[in-house]
């Protein structure tokens, strides 16, 4: 009898862990994975931090035709459902970024940001994790490169705002600008908790990304000129 109930529990524990994507391979098999497209030459990982917990990786991905990828903050471990929630570095020449707004202290900020794939995820079908990243590099960098460049004399400001209310927050800058491409999200973490996050997705060159990345003193997000 306890040895059917030890079965049973057993059963229970793996196929909850399948379903919640704890059964998630570490880097190096993310690793040997990438390698085992046709598409992919090389690929190089490195721990962000060290000492960090996280694990948190940087990736550069040489891909066949002269394409590269590189993204940052991946998680090898992420659960199935947030395989999309790393920074999308550099797609070939091009980095893409954004300009939008979300809480900040006692009200909104509207300023430059970094992209996670999770920003631009919905213009791509089933696209959810960095191996279809991988292989929908052509569909993502025909769509990055359709994007309008970013002016990084793009207007930036703080509003006072009651982050529990459910209307946006009224920027001018935000509805005077018409770029059409735009990650829109209302967040309700608890009754209480209830926010807007908006943003309009850009690209850069490299040389320009890193050129203003320095002007800001954000040295660590300088990217390398070839791939």
């Known amino acids: 009898m306890k040895k059917r109930v030890l079965i049973v529990l057993l059963f229970i ?57 590189q993204v940052s903050y991946f998680e090898p ?28 202290s006692k009200g909104y900020i509207l300023n430059f940001h970094f992209l996670r794939f999770k920003h631009i995820s919905s213009y791509f079908n089933q696209k959810k994790n960095l191996i279809d990243v991988i292989k929908a590099y052509d569909e993502i960098y025909s769509f990055i490169s359709k994007l309008p460049y970013y002016d990084i ?44 996050e908006e943003y309009k997705i850009y690209k850069m060159t490299v040389e320009d990304y890193n050129e203003y990345v320095l002007s800001r003193g954000w040295n660590f997000h300088v990217l390398g000129i070839e791939p």
């Open 13 to 69: 524990l793996v196929t909850n862990c399948i379903y919640s994507g704890s059964f998630i391979k570490d880097m190096s098999d993310w690793e040997k994975e990438i390698l085992m497209l046709p598409c992919v030459e090389s690929v190089e990982s490195e721990r962000l931090d060290p000492d960090d917990d996280d694990f948190l990786y940087k990736v550069k991905i040489r891909m066949t035709e002269n394409r590269c990828l």
């Open 77 to 104: 471990f992420a659960p199935r459902g947030y395989q999309d929630d790393f920074y999308l570095d550099r797609i070939g020449d091009l980095v893409p970024v954004m300009w939008g707004y979300e809480p900040f």
């Open 153 to 196: 004399n793009s207007p930036e400001e703080i509003i006072e705002w009651d982050t529990e209310n459910t209307q946006k927050p009224e920027f001018k800058a935000w509805e005077e600008n018409k770029d059409p491409y735009v990650y829109s999200n209302f967040h309700i973490k608890t009754i209480y908790d209830k926010y807007w």
